[in-house]
């Protein structure tokens, strides 16, 4: 008895193939005949076959790798004489009027690359598109204020940028502002708010002097202002023509502003005796002002020496309109001349 390895059908050991698919017998290739040319039938009721791939019938996954492996090697061969015949062209190509050598191997590159792109069936890469290129920096510039800035004492203002003709537009909180240093106590904030100083520096100037408020952007733009603080108001002091009479000061000259002084909270005032005859028991002065051009109030003491000047700020306990002023010293003695000189400035408005 045998087993077919094809079918696996059971046989009898005396047949040559298998009745059930025709497969030779293995074992039958070792054996002789007995009767070579016998008249008896090889087969049961059958006819003589040709040869066949037994193999290739009964194991179909070994026929078909089979056929992959020839369509490879056939595609490869392909492949390669499309390259050969790419490359011949290339070699053999007239180059064009103005064309160098070394741009020879870069087409064979670009055509090769095409070609192997085609055959291998991928998809040619897309162009990424253009980088948008960034726009240039603006460049700083220089700016004023096309108007001067007039503030009242304390009066505030808000800096903007729409109070200059600008190359391009700026956001305000994009400048950064800063006031210079300057004796009327004017300030301005980082954000640009401007607060008016409340000193009349010189009195017999109608404002103060003009100072720069400057914005600074972070490109390095520069914004200015011209400002101005005060009313438009001045006081001349001089010493009076005649002299006046007040307690411990009989007969003497005091400080006239030719203007009445409104609302006035203080002022600076500098002062300087040199004694001429006599001698004073104090060195204690002190200062008044006449409110309302009737009323003799006094502001403040000073102290003072002979042939020294000093500079004495005089703050009001309220405001007080005034024109005069009275420096005098706190002595009991009358036996006793003097020259004395002065200045008045920094006339305070609260």
């Not at 109070?163 to 909180?173: E, S």
């Not at 009323?295 to 309109?321: A, C, M, S």
Request: aromatic residues 12%; negative net charge; hydrophobic residues 35%.
């Amino acid at each position: 008895m045998w087993k077919c390895k094809y079918c696996e059908k059971t046989n009898f050991d005396d047949q040559i193939i298998c009745p059930y698919c025709n497969a030779p017998n293995p074992a039958a290739a070792n054996r002789t005949p007995a009767t070579p040319n016998a008249g008896t039938p090889l087969f049961y009721g059958s006819q003589s076959q040709s040869n066949q791939d037994w193999n290739a019938r009964y194991n179909p996954n070994v026929s078909a790798k089979s056929k992959v492996g020839s369509i490879v090697k056939y595609a490869v061969i392909g492949v390669a004489a499309i390259l050969l015949v790419v490359i011949l062209v290339l070699i053999f190509q007239k180059p064009t009027s103005g064309d160098s050598a070394a741009a020879a191997p870069q087409q064979t590159k670009a055509a090769l690359k095409g070609a192997l792109g085609e055959i291998g069936g991928s998809a040619t890469a897309e162009t990424p598109a253009p980088t948008a290129t960034p726009e240039p920096a603006p460049e700083p510039f220089t700016a004023e204020a096309a108007v001067e800035i007039y503030l009242d004492y304390g009066e505030t203002y808000q800096c903007t940028t729409a109070d200059f003709d600008l190359p391009y537009a700026v956001a305000d909180d994009e400048v950064n502002w800063l006031c210079e240093d300057n004796d009327a106590g004017t300030l301005c904030s980082s954000r640009g708010r401007i607060t008016a100083g409340n000193y009349q520096v010189d009195p017999e100037e109608k404002f103060n002097d003009a100072l720069t408020v400057t914005g600074k952007t972070k490109n390095g733009s520069t914004l200015t202002y011209t400002v101005l603080t005060g009313r438009g108001d001045n006081y001349i002091f001089s010493w009076s023509s005649s002299p006046r009479t007040m307690k411990g000061y009989t007969s003497g000259y005091v400080i006239v502003s030719d203007e009445m002084v409104p609302q006035c909270s203080g002022f600076t005032i500098y002062y300087e005796y040199e004694l001429t005859d006599g001698k004073l028991n104090s060195d204690r002065w002190s200062v008044w002002v006449r409110e309302d051009g009737t009323t003799w109030v006094r502001v403040g003491d000073i102290y003072l020496e002979n042939n020294v000047g000093k500079q004495f700020d005089i703050e009001f306990d309220h405001p007080i309109t005034f024109n005069e002023i009275c420096v005098q010293p706190e002595t009991y003695s009358d036996d006793y001349s003097c020259t004395t000189s002065y200045a008045i400035g920094y006339l305070v408005f609260n």
